[in-house]
């Protein structure tokens, strides 16, 4: 490996690495706010790529069904609970959230198949589409076991992976795509030539977690979800809804695994099932950060990328076991330090 090919393979890896950041992030909000492994956040990535690929050849994607169903299903359940606890006066407010809002993008994309939108146009379709998939699924699955442990959250997580990717295969079909390029151009520096394309996806990885970082500072919702983290029970008191926290966790959780989608769909082939890979190498880096800290999270994820680039290089078919390999010494190393806190706090 001479210095160039090492540069080449470090600009990809930083890439990559950068699209993992904005999943990894992702991990950690929901889980910091809900106590929720979120697994099918990749699911959400890849069907944004599969969203995305049928809006530009012309046809109504599967995320039409997939969010129509989610929200009829989200409906009835919230009907439902309301008619138990005889509550019926937030009804329509729950019908907007869970039917209406959801519906609008649905009707946007049927009005729009077989239309030129431009590249701006589809991609915006793309998120508004994918956006109430994560916050329905939260209703639906996680909000009735929401005082369940962490381990049974994650069990229904996994199987909720599964099934999304059986309802992949039922909406989106079995075939691979790839998008158009969000821009073909290319320069060259020190006689190598990099893509536009990969400058475009690490600075949208850096405007997004700055965005964020400005709404978790300077917003009313941002700081009832960082009080909903750091004390959940304290946070209630105060008045502030673990439902309503939750759900802008699931809404913001979307729009980043969403964006990501956008980003990887044209470097790599996206099937329905391809979303797992993707997430769980992002889950790495939220591991090196603790599942609690932000900036070590983005580090991990920069980290994650660069490994899988330079191990692709030395032994391709065994790139995926050295990432995953990377799990057991950050897991034996954070499993010290919970016990060290452990004993501190005995003492």
Do not use: C
Request: glycine share 10%; hydrophobic share 60%; no cysteine.
């Amino acid at each position: 490996m001479n210095a160039q090919i090492a540069a080449i393979l470090a600009m990809d890896g930083i890439a990559t690495g950068a699209i993992y950041v904005l999943i990894g992030i992702g991990f950690v909000l929901i889980f910091a706010v809900t106590r929720v492994i979120y697994v099918p956040f990749g699911d959400i990535a890849a069907f944004t790529a599969l969203t995305l690929a049928a809006l530009e050849t012309g046809h109504v994607p599967g995320t039409v069904g997939l969010v129509i169903g989610l929200a009829v299903l989200a409906t009835l359940l919230e009907v439902a609970a309301r008619l138990r606890a005889r509550r019926l006066g937030g009804l329509p407010r729950a019908m907007l959230l869970t039917l209406v809002l959801p519906l609008v993008p649905v009707l946007a994309a049927w009005l729009a198949a077989g239309r030129d939108l431009g590249m701006a146009g589809r991609v915006a379709l793309s998120l508004a589409l994918i956006m109430p998939v994560a916050p329905l699924l939260d209703r639906i699955v996680f909000r009735p076991v929401a005082d369940a442990s962490v381990l049974l959250l994650l069990t229904v997580a996994v199987v909720l992976h599964f099934g999304l990717v059986g309802l992949g295969l039922l909406f989106f079909g079995p075939e691979g795509v790839r998008t158009q390029p969000l821009t073909d151009a290319m320069f060259t520096v020190g006689g190598m030539n990099f893509s536009v394309q990969t400058l475009l996806i690490v600075a949208a990885s850096i405007v997004f977690s700055g965005l964020l970082f400005l709404f978790f500072e300077f917003t009313l919702a941002g700081k009832a979800l960082r009080a909903t983290a750091a004390n959940p029970t304290g946070a209630r008191l105060m008045g502030i809804r673990p439902a309503t926290t939750s759900t802008i966790a699931y809404v913001l959780a979307s729009l980043l695994a969403g964006i990501s989608g956008i980003l990887i769909a044209p470097v790599t082939t996206i099937f329905y099932d391809s979303g797992f890979l993707i997430g769980l190498k992002a889950f790495v880096g939220a591991i090196i950060g603790a599942m609690a800290s932000y900036p070590l999270t983005a580090a991990g994820a920069i980290f994650v990328g660069l490994l899988e680039s330079f191990a692709s290089f030395w032994s391709s078919d065994f790139k995926d076991a050295i990432v995953f390999g990377v799990l057991i010494p950050v897991l034996l190393w954070r499993s010290l330090g919970f016990r060290e806190s452990e004993e501190e706090t005995e003492e």
